[in-house]
């Protein structure tokens, strides 16, 4: 059982900055995927990006890909999402996800998600 909880959220200007933070435990996280999904109003809920726990490696969606950074801190059981240069349609809930493999499978624990506001 993995227990994951985001925060970070909140109100940011576009063209602003912002850093949300995955608190995650209940196992040890080698070999696995942890990940940052997003859902805006209407659409469908969406990978934004995801790294491998042992080795690092990430992936981005194209568009947030030069904005976004994810990151971990293994000492910590933490994932981050740097946010740089936010656009309105970034805005939606962000949740943080595992995947107890690392190249396919479907993610299996969920965070409560935490709300992200791009608005002048």
């Known amino acids: 059982q993995v227990q994951l909880v985001e925060s970070g959220g909140g109100l940011v200007q576009p063209g602003g900055s912002l850093t949300l933070s995955c608190a995650a435990a209940?196992?040890?996280?080698?070999?696995?995927?942890l990940a940052w999904f997003r859902q805006a109003p209407g659409k469908e809920r969406e990978l934004v990006a995801r790294?491998?726990?042992?080795?690092?490696?990430?992936y981005y969606k194209n568009a947030v890909k030069g904005r976004f950074t994810i990151s971990r801190d293994t000492a910590k059981n933490t994932v981050y999402l740097q946010m740089n240069s936010v656009k309105p349609d970034d805005t939606a809930v962000y949740y943080c996800?595992?995947?107890?493999?690392?190249?396919?499978?479907?993610?299996?624990?969920w965070g409560q998600g935490t709300q992200v506001t791009v608005s002048s």
């Open positions: 790294i491998y726990w042992s080795t690092g490696t990430t």
């Open positions: 996800a595992f995947r107890p493999q690392v190249l396919l499978g479907n993610y299996t624990d």
């Open positions: 209940g196992r040890t996280f080698n070999r696995t995927t």
